[in-house]
């Protein structure tokens, strides 16, 4: 991640959360009044985001330092130390806040994208994020998603070329507006379009997509779809996919599994910040 673009956005973060002043913090501590706090899990999860929470108190003091306990990657359980801070206790407690959620939301996505990614071990399946991100953020959940050991698919509609049911209906067919996007992307850029029927699927071949999306398709017309496209385009899954159904759609043979539930739906992860002698 490119840290001037994280910096810009954790200012405004603090801006939003800080007002015009904590009231608080400075009515009990003099300018300088020193401190020192422990980031603690106080529950199981996947660590992601402690490097950003980082740069938010150093955002917020420079004179703040961190320590990182546990890399990001590694296994929380509670009552595990993740972070050192240290500093004037008017800004650790500035950026307690902002610090803290970004750091339980991020390790929320790694963990449940985790787990979609430990459900379909042993396949050659990718698990992939959307667009279904919290505006602001993308940057920062799509990261998470990495960390949790999934993959990211397009971050910006510039990314990459993706039809859909929409570009389709407006156009009048996959065939149609496969031909007009060839004419008009990159040669350097994929195709992917939207399949919603078997016969889409063939339009698609038909038509020379490089990538297929099965929306909301039943595992046995995922089955038939990988038998139809023999691998002449890679084949990606989407909708309705949850951690009881994804290994199950994982074995028809797609390539990759798109769930948009890892960065709209996870659960913020449960960490406190503690001031220690």
Same mark, same amino acid.
């Not at 904590?22 to 199981?44: C, M, R, V, Y």
């Not at 999306?213 to 046995?220: G, K, Q, R, T």
């Given at each position: 991640?490119?840290?001037?673009?994280?910096?810009?956005?954790?200012?405004?973060?603090?801006?939003?959360?800080?007002?015009?002043?904590?009231?608080?913090?400075?009515?009990?501590?003099?300018?300088?009044?020193?401190?020192?706090?422990?980031?603690?899990?106080?529950?199981?999860?996947?660590?992601?985001?402690?490097?950003?929470?980082?740069?938010?108190?150093?955002?917020?003091?420079?004179?703040?330092?961190?320590?990182?306990?546990?890399?990001?990657?590694?296994?929380?359980?509670?009552?595990?130390?993740?972070?050192?801070?240290?500093?004037?206790?008017? *800004?650790?407690?500035?950026?307690?806040?902002? $610090?803290?959620?970004?750091?339980?939301?991020?390790?929320?996505?790694?963990?449940?994208?985790?787990?979609?990614?430990?459900?379909?071990?042993?396949?050659?399946?990718?698990?992939?994020?959307?667009?279904?991100?919290?505006?602001?953020?993308?940057?920062?959940?799509?990261? $998470?998603?990495?960390?949790?050991?999934?993959?990211?698919?397009?971050?910006?509609? /510039?990314?990459?070329?993706?039809?859909?049911?929409?570009?389709?209906?407006?156009?009048?067919?996959?065939?149609?507006?496969?031909?007009?996007?060839?004419?008009?992307?990159?040669?350097?850029?994929?195709?992917?379009?939207?399949?919603?029927?078997?016969?889409?699927?063939?339009?698609?071949?038909?038509?020379?997509? *490089?990538?297929?999306?099965? *929306?909301?398709?039943?595992?046995?017309?995922?089955?038939?779809?990988?038998?139809?496209?023999?691998?002449? $385009?890679?084949?990606?899954?989407?909708?309705?996919?949850?951690?009881?159904?994804?290994? *199950?759609?994982?074995?028809?043979?797609?390539?990759?599994?798109?769930?948009?539930?890892?960065?709209?739906? /996870?659960?913020?992860?449960?960490?406190?910040?503690?001031?220690?002698?």
């Amino acid at each position: 991640m490119n840290n001037l673009h994280l910096i810009e956005k954790i200012k405004l973060f603090l801006e939003e959360d800080i007002g015009p002043g904590d009231i608080t913090s400075e009515a009990l501590f003099q300018n300088g009044w020193p401190a020192k706090a422990l980031f603690i899990a106080k529950s199981d999860f996947t660590i992601a985001g402690l490097e950003i929470a980082e740069l938010v108190f150093e955002t917020q003091n420079h004179e703040i330092h961190c320590d990182i306990l546990l890399p990001d990657g590694s296994k929380a359980l509670p009552g595990d130390k993740l972070q050192k801070i240290s500093g004037p206790a008017q *800004d650790l407690l500035k950026a307690e806040r902002v $610090a803290l959620n970004i750091c339980q939301r991020l390790c929320g996505i790694a963990s449940l994208t985790a787990a979609f990614v430990e459900k379909t071990k042993g396949l050659p399946v990718r698990i992939v994020d959307t667009r279904k991100t919290t505006p602001g953020f993308r940057t920062f959940e799509k990261y $998470a998603v990495r960390v949790g050991g999934g993959y990211n698919h397009r971050f910006n509609l /510039a990314d990459a070329v993706l039809i859909k049911e929409n570009h389709i209906k407006a156009c009048g067919s996959i065939h149609e507006a496969i031909t007009k996007t060839r004419k008009y992307a990159p040669h350097t850029m994929k195709i992917e379009v939207e399949a919603e029927r078997l016969d889409q699927v063939e339009e698609c071949l038909a038509a020379g997509a *490089d990538i297929i999306m099965l *929306d909301n398709m039943s595992l046995a017309e995922m089955r038939k779809a990988v038998e139809l496209v023999q691998g002449k $385009a890679l084949i990606e899954a989407s909708g309705g996919v949850t951690l009881d159904n994804v290994r *199950d759609i994982a074995e028809t043979g797609v390539d990759i599994i798109s769930i948009g539930a890892l960065t709209h739906s /996870a659960p913020a992860s449960d960490i406190s910040m503690l001031i220690v002698d």
